[in-house]
């Protein structure tokens, strides 16, 4: 049995946008315990021409909504950016989550051939099997793993045990 | 039309490890133009207790080799884990992607349904299509963007246009 298009994004997303406030979680509990407002963590990068925390979650965030809206044509929750806050932040993920999570597995039928018109490319578009594979898992991962990087170059103990939480085993 | 296992990995690890050969090559260019030896890179790292550019290179390229390995019943190459310099790191990346390149479509007949051992869990494994999305592209755009962060964290201009560079584009 190939994979579906829903296969393929919503229990990614949710595996990974769990990931994703189980990080925030451990980077309050480090702030905490060093005795740091948690929110000097927001504006926090990697280079100074690079997002900043809050924007490369604001991303994460808006890639996987966008994907799962575009490729079902559901109408995606608006999100206007003025997050300045971890609380706030993790109410953005748990919004994200909410609507990927919203979506029936019946609205991803066909999504594989929808053309999905691209902003950054006027009068273009991706079919949905090269959209997901070529452009949003990689955007995703991308400012995912970023984030993940800056808590860890300021000093909030994540390991690879949060990065992969959630595999289905099996006797062999 | 669904997804099948080989349109979920090959093309992915092709257009990623082409991005990555790119990236060590931007980065080389940069230690010329600033006047430092490009080698100075291979030791760094985001924080004291992650791995170094070159373990980061080495674990991406053997993710996408050992996915496909295992998914498809497929000898894998063997690596020794000795580079040491970038042209070294370079011959790593093209050797993991010429390897990937080498598995026919055909090769992955049932590897949706193929269990695949887990070494570090003795005695158990995952599903195939839960093992590539679950627990190897997770991995393997975890090292892969922790390559780029930690070039970008040290001045390498890189920008999305690296990051996403084979999208089908179709009118629309």
């Not at 559901?74 to 999570?101: C, G």
Request: glycine share 6%.
């Amino acid at each position: 049995m190939p994979t579906s298009m829903y296969d393929l994004t919503v229990p990614l997303f949710r595996h990974m946008l769990g990931n994703l406030q189980g990080w925030l979680d451990k980077a309050k509990a480090e702030a905490e315990r060093k005795g740091y407002p948690v929110d000097n963590l927001v504006t926090a990068r990697l280079a100074p021409d690079q997002y900043d925390l809050r924007k490369q979650v604001q991303a994460a965030c808006d890639t996987a909504k966008f994907t799962v809206a575009r490729v079902t044509g559901t109408p995606p929750p608006v999100h206007a950016d003025t997050e300045q806050t971890f609380p706030e932040l993790a109410a953005r993920v748990a919004s994200a989550l909410a609507f990927v999570e919203s979506v029936p597995e019946s609205a991803f039928e066909g999504a594989e051939e929808r053309v999905v018109p691209l902003p950054f490319r006027p009068g273009k578009g991706a079919v949905g099997r090269s959209y997901v594979r070529d452009l949003q898992l990689p955007n995703f991962f991308f400012h995912l793993n970023h984030v993940y990087a800056i808590l860890r170059h300021n000093g909030v103990p994540l390991g690879k045990s949060d990065v992969i939480t959630r595999v289905d085993l099996v006797d062999v």
